[in-house]
């Protein structure tokens, strides 16, 4: 048995468009006997809307089949906040929703915060700036739900959470504390844990060599660069996060 672990945009679809072969590919390794997972760093969607466009593509998934960057933060949160401390969110509603579903407590008075969650907001202004500046230069930790710099769609990219973080990073001059989705093996120990394998028993697929393989990479796993997204073969030579296999789309991943 081995575990499959795929990104969702750039990988089964782009935006509203199912990428061809994608159903047919899940389909063959769960009749198999293999296990899939998707794992998505997007956190402007719920994990439920994530269901339900899966379903509706023909790709049978339940709420226990998707993992996604905004529930790995406020898992980690609950685990590390102590009573009293209080969480201020840059973000859209899905995160908020998340967060609250796991009971970490909102403050929106940033001075008050002893994190941040710096997410994909794309009404970001920059009083939103200001204020999680200004927590940050007094000590408040920082988490960013992922790293991405761009989204993909059918017919090109917008502006993701990575945009915000570089804006976040030039002002205070250093980097933030931390990021939960992927690349970061908390995201990868997230993936792991829900399929009940070993590392080394699982793929990861995705489309962004800093993100999917190169987690897949220092966690252990065999790394699969799908050319449907962002990076490319080309970027694949001239990067340090190199995938062990590199194939035109996910209905090569069965015949590895």
């Known amino acids: 048995m081995r575990g499959y672990i795929f990104d969702l945009d750039g990988t089964v679809y782009l935006g509203d468009k199912m990428i061809d072969g994608a159903s047919e590919a899940i389909q063959a390794l769960r009749a198999r006997g293999d296990k899939v997972v998707f794992l998505s760093n997007k956190p402007i969607a719920t994990r439920q809307s994530y269901v339900d466009k899966l379903n509706k593509m023909g790709i049978p998934t339940s709420l226990e089949d998707v993992l996604n960057s905004s529930q790995i933060v406020a898992q980690y949160l609950q685990r590390r906040l102590k009573a009293g401390e209080k969480v201020f969110v840059i973000g859209e509603e899905p995160i ?14 940033s001075d008050s915060a002893e994190y ?72 990868a120990e997230a993936a792991v844990a829900h399929l009940g394998l070993d590392y080394k028993d699982c793929l990861m697929i995705g489309d962004r060599l800093e993100t999917d393989i190169k987690m897949a990479n220092e966690a252990g796993m065999v790394s699969v660069l799908v050319l449907t997204g962002v990076s490319t073969a080309e970027m694949a030579e001239l990067t340090t996060h190199r995938p062990h296999h590199i194939v035109s789309s996910i209905k090569d991943v069965v015949d590895l």
């Not at 908020?96 to 008075?109: D, R, V």
């Not at 997410?119 to 230069?137: E, G």
């Not at 710099?149 to 804006?167: E, K, M, N, R, V």
Request: charged share 20%.
């Open 116 to 187: 941040v969650v710096l997410s994909w907001d794309r009404q970001f202004t920059y009083d939103k700036l200001n204020s999680v500046y200004q927590a940050a230069v007094k000590g408040a930790v920082v988490i960013a739900s992922n790293p991405d710099t761009t989204c993909p769609l059918d017919g090109g990219q917008i502006p993701d959470t990575g945009t915000f973080i570089a804006a976040l990073e030039v002002a205070t001059g250093k980097a933030i504390d931390l990021v939960v989705g992927k690349p970061s093996l908390i995201a």
């Open 96 to 109: 908020n929703e998340e967060l609250a579903e796991y009971g970490i407590p909102i403050t929106h008075e």
